[in-house]
C-alpha cells in the first residue's frame, strides 16, 4: 500500500528543485556567453543566444513556481481567461499560420543541401509548434472551467 506524501513535504521538494534548477540555468547563462565571447561565428552566436534566452525565460518560470509555492497563490479565475479567450483564438490561428510557413519553406529546401537554413527553419518549427502546444493546454484549462468549457 502506498504511503501519501503530505502536501508540504511535496511542495519543499518541488521548491528546492526549483532553486536547484534556477542555479544550472544560471550556469547555462554563463556558459552561452563564455561561448559568444569566444567566436565570431554568427550562427553559433545566434544558437548560443538562442539557449541563452531560452535559459533566461526558465529560471523566469522556475521562480513563478517557487514563489507560487512560498507566498503567491496562483489562481486563474473563468471570467480572467473568458475575458481574453477570443484573443488567444487568434493568435493560435497565428501561431498556425507560422507552422504552415515553416513547413513550406523546410520542403522547399530539401535536398538542396542548405543545411544551416535547414538547421535554422527546423528550430523555428520546433518552437512553433511549442507555442500551440503551451496554447492548446491553455485551452484544456478552459474546458475544464464551468462555465466557460
Partial sequence: MATKVPTKEIQGKILDNMRRWQKIENAAVSSTGHVMERTKNPLIRLVMEI????????????????????????????????????????????????????????????GKKMVVQEYLLEYLLIDEKK????????????????PYG
Fill in 131 to 146: 507555442h500551440n502546444k503551451i496554447l492548446e493546454t491553455l485551452g484544456t484549462i478552459k474546458k475544464g472551467m464551468y
Fill in 51 to 110: 539557449i541563452q534566452r531560452d535559459s533566461q525565460m526558465h529560471y523566469h518560470v522556475q521562480e513563478f513556481i517557487a514563489d507560487s509555492l512560498e507566498s503567491k497563490t496562483v489562481s486563474l479565475t473563468p471570467d480572467e481567461l473568458h475575458d481574453v479567450w477570443n484573443m488567444i483564438e487568434e493568435h493560435i490561428k497565428l501561431e498556425e499560420k507560422t507552422v504552415e510557413l515553416a513547413n513550406e519553406a523546410i520542403k522547399a529546401l530539401q
